[in-house]
Every structure is written in structure tokens, then in C-alpha cells.
């Protein structure tokens, strides 16, 4: 009777703390909401370059500061973008969208507004061309939400903004070619003045730098590093999606695109240790979560290889976020991002890196753009690759090259 009644009380014990557990989907929104709290507050009251404390790792490419709005802000907009299009509704996720849709609303206006005290840096050096096409990144992933509400005006100032981005004269030969095509697309979607030699040019060379087994140089040389999770892979995805509602012949990349960020999101899954760490190797390493977008917005489309499950991807990202959040240091005192990969470690960013720099990890956040009622999200726990490999599983399948 005894042993009974304490079976009793475990099992209820257990029934108890499991409904008030933490679910996966609950943990990714909370992490999100915390990081971009600090940039939409203080930008939708015209108060991000009072309140944002700008860091840097050197100044050996000068101050970079009068970047680092324009880079939080965009960013932290293109990761987040997917979940805000769900839109807002009853529920208690529902709510918090819709009080970030509005934050950004407000906070479009004073960036892109020459009166604001917000107003931010479209068109002075080269830098605004990358964080312009993030920002247009994001209207491309959420134009029910983030552009369709705008006002004429306000329209008409981000299309201006965007365009005066254009003033890079020199842009590299590498990955910013995706950028200025990215700026582009957007004119494309929502305007009827773009420059289609831009989206050529950036899809074309990126066609000729593609080196085999899911992976693309940055220019003429490979580089060892998550730039084809950062820039290439999804801007690639996102600029052919755009195609697909024209008539344009570069249109037809869409399956070759996809096929090869596949083949990437393989190696990406592959990246994930038993403990919920990856190889920190190469420049911008960080970018923190974000050198997992291309397997997260393969999760958003849909689009994930056969070989590795909704559960497995879920569970391993769930994984390196943990690591990456709880990590003591991420946030300054007052919640803004720190450099470092694990907390604050400033020797670890390059000379490039300031504060808005670091929103880069909110690209690997897209999956919340699936609503919570998908297998994504409702489907159960998976061991990821490494997991099952290192733990003896016998049934792990060989990995092989893709061309």
C-alpha cells in the first residue's frame, strides 16, 4: 500500500512538472524576445543611438559606430521577420507578435525618416549595403506584416534608403555581390525600379564560384568559415524565390539553389556535437546561432533533406541555442549583445565587429516562422547525427558527396 502511494505521488509528481516544462517553441520565442527587446524599444521611441552602447574588438578600421544602428536593426529584423508574419492572434505567442509587429512599425518610420533622431546610415561608406539588403531580407520574408501596413510615405522613405545604399561604387568580389542583388530583389517585389544586372551579376558569379558538395567560394578563394550559412545559401534562396513571379530566366535556379543548400544542411547538421557545440573556425564566428541560417530557413520552407528528420534538426538547434544562451556574458548589463561566442569574449571578433554586428544570431531563429501547431515543432525529440554516432548507434547511415 505503502509503495503504491509513493508510486502514486512520483507519477503525479512527474504529470505535473511536465505540463508546466518549458517547451522547446516556448524557449526559442522567449530567447528571441529578450535579444531584440533593447533594439525595438529604444528605436520605436527614437532613442537607439542614445541608448545602444556601441562595442568594438579595434579600431583598425576606424570608429565604426555610426554602422551599428542600421546593422542591430536590420538583422535583428531579418531573423526575426519569419515569426512576426504569422501575425498577431489570441494566443499568448499570438500577443507578443503583435506587439512586435508594431514596434516595428514604429521603428521602420524613425530609421528611415531624415528627421528622426533614429534616422540611420543608408548611403556613408560601404557598410550600409550589407545591413540595407538584411533589412530588405526582411521585408522579403514577412511583406504581409512588415511592409503591406507601411504608409505611403513610409514606403517611399525605405525605397529611397535603400536606393541611396546603392551609392557603393567599389563592391567586392565576393559575398556582397548577394547583397546589392538582394537590394534588388526587393525593388523587384515591391517597386518597378530595379536594376536586374545587379541580380545577374551576383547570381551568375555565385553559379561560377559554387566548388562542389553543397558549397560555394567567397570569390575566387573558398573560405573556411559559415559565410555560406551567413550570406550566400539563403540570400541565394531568397533572391531566386523572388524570380519565381517573374519571367526572367534566372528564375529557373530555384531547384539547383535548393538542391545544394540541401547538400549544406547535411554539413550544417553534421556541425553539431553530442553537447550542443559546433566548430568555431573562421571569421565572424561571432555571429553565434546565426551560422546555422541556412539549416533554419530550410526548416521554414519546408525544404529539409531527406536524411535528417523535423525532430533531429529541432533537437540539435535546440541544443546549440542552450549553449549559446545561458552562457554567462551574452548580454551586457542592460541587454544588449556582447562579442564572444560563449559570453563575452572580445578578442574573438574582428576589426569589423561593433555591437549591431552580433544580431546576426537572430537569423537562427527562421523555424519560428512555422506555426507552433507544425510537425516541426509538435513532432518528438531526436537524437541529432552526432548524437547517435558517438553514443554507438548502429543504424547511422554513411554521408556522401553531392556535385
Not at 304 to 323: C, F, H, M, N, Y
Amino acid at each position: 500500500m505503502k509503495t503504491k502511494l509513493i508510486t502514486n505521488l512520483l507519477l503525479l509528481f512527474f504529470l505535473t512538472t511536465a505540463s508546466f516544462a518549458q517547451t522547446d517553441r516556448e524557449y526559442w520565442v522567449k530567447e528571441l524576445v529578450k535579444m531584440a527587446d533593447p533594439v525595438l524599444v529604444s528605436l520605436s521611441n527614437d532613442q537607439l543611438k542614445t541608448n545602444m552602447v556601441v562595442e568594438q574588438s579595434s579600431f583598425d578600421y576606424g570608429n565604426r559606430s555610426s554602422f551599428a544602428p542600421l546593422e542591430a536593426f536590420g538583422r535583428l529584423m531579418a531573423g526575426m521577420a519569419p515569426w512576426l508574419e504569422l501575425g498577431a492572434d489570441q494566443t499568448k505567442e499570438g500577443k507578443l507578435r503583435e506587439k512586435y509587429i508594431y514596434l516595428f512599425h514604429k521603428s521602420i518610420y524613425n530609421a528611415v525618416n531624415p528627421a528622426s533622431k533614429d534616422y540611420m546610415n543608408f548611403s556613408k561608406g560601404s557598410q550600409p549595403l550589407v545591413d540595407a539588403s538584411f533589412l530588405a531580407q526582411a521585408f522579403l520574408r514577412a511583406p504581409t506584416q512588415l511592409w503591406d501596413p507601411l504608409s505611403k510615405e513610409t514606403k517611399k522613405m525605405v525605397v529611397n534608403a535603400f536606393k541611396n545604399s546603392r551609392n557603393v561604387i567599389n563592391i567586392p568580389y565576393n559575398n556582397w555581390l548577394l547583397f546589392a542583388g538582394t537590394i534588388e530583389a526587393f525593388l523587384v517585389k515591391f517597386t518597378d525600379e530595379a536594376d536586374y544586372a545587379r541580380i545577374e551579376y551576383a547570381l551568375n558569379k555565385h553559379m561560377d564560384w559554387y566548388v562542389g558538395d553543397g558549397l560555394y567560394s567567397d570569390g575566387k578563394f573558398y573560405h573556411w568559415d559559415y559565410y555560406n550559412s551567413f550570406v550566400i545559401h539563403p540570400m541565394l534562396i531568397d533572391i531566386v524565390n523572388v524570380l519565381q513571379n517573374t519571367k526572367h530566366s534566372l528564375r529557373k535556379l530555384d531547384k539547383k539553389v535548393i538542391k545544394r543548400a540541401q547538400r549544406y544542411g547535411v554539413i550544417l547538421e553534421r556541425q553539431i556535437s553530442p553537447e550542443g557545440t559546433f566548430p568555431v573556425v573562421g571569421r565572424s564566428i561571432v555571429y553565434r546561432f546565426g551560422a546555422f541560417q541556412a539549416l533554419s530557413q530550410l526548416a521554414l520552407l519546408e525544404q529539409l533533406p531527406e536524411k535528417i528528420s523535423e525532430g533531429q534538426v529541432r533537437s540539435g538547434l535546440t541544443a546549440v541555442l542552450k549553449r549559446l544562451s545561458e552562457a554567462n556574458g551574452l548580454y551586457d548589463k542592460n541587454g544588449w549583445l556582447q562579442i564572444g561566442v560563449i559570453g563575452h569574449q572580445p578578442d574573438m571578433g574582428e576589426a569589423y565587429i561593433t555591437t549591431g554586428s552580433l544580431y546576426l544570431h537572430s537569423f537562427g531563429f527562421l523555424p519560428l516562422g512555422l506555426p507552433a501547431s507544425h510537425s516541426f515543432w509538435t513532432s518528438p525529440p531526436e537524437p541529432w547525427t552526432n548524437v547517435k554516432v558517438w553514443r554507438g548507434d548502429t543504424d547511422v547511415k554513411k554521408d556522401h558527396f553531392v556535385n
